[in-house]
Nanobody
Framework: QVQLVESGGGLVQPGGSLRLSCAVS????????MGWYRQAPGKQRELVAS???????NYADSVQGRFTISRDNAKSTVDLQMNSLKPEDTAVYYC??????????????WGQGTQVTVSS
């Protein structure tokens, strides 16, 4: 089975930084795109950043210039470096992976979510 394990969430003051990490495991699993989503209370889940296997990244306007997504294909990990954090960034952050198991169609997989709280 495919598993996504996240780490790095926590409480940070405005202007601070956090680095989220997601490790993907699964025998015979081929990863295509990877990304991070977030969901704040009372709001829909939204895309924060995504990255292709070749390293092409895309960011939400609200985090452009502050967040950086990266991936290590050899380690099957995707990270999100978050700088200059704002209270508006407070949300549960979810790792997202699109890929396929051998002989199976492409599917989307989600991590369990990790809480990021930006508050003084």
């Amino acid at each position: 089975q495919v598993q996504l394990v996240e780490s790095g969430g926590g409480l940070v003051q405005p202007g601070g930084s956090l680095r989220l990490s997601c490790a993907v495991s699964g025998s015979g699993f081929s990863i295509n795109a990877m990304g991070w989503y977030r969901q704040a209370p009372g709001k829909q889940r939204e895309l924060v950043a995504s990255i292709t296997r070749g390293g092409r990244a895309n960011y939400a306007d609200s985090v452009q210039g502050r967040f950086t997504i990266s991936r290590d294909n050899a380690k099957s990990t995707v990270d999100l470096q978050m700088n200059s954090l704002k209270p508006e960034d407070t949300a549960v952050y979810y790792c997202n992976v699109e890929g396929r198991l051998m002989f199976r169609s492409s599917q989307v997989y989600w991590g369990q979510g990790t809480q990021v709280t930006v508050s003084s």
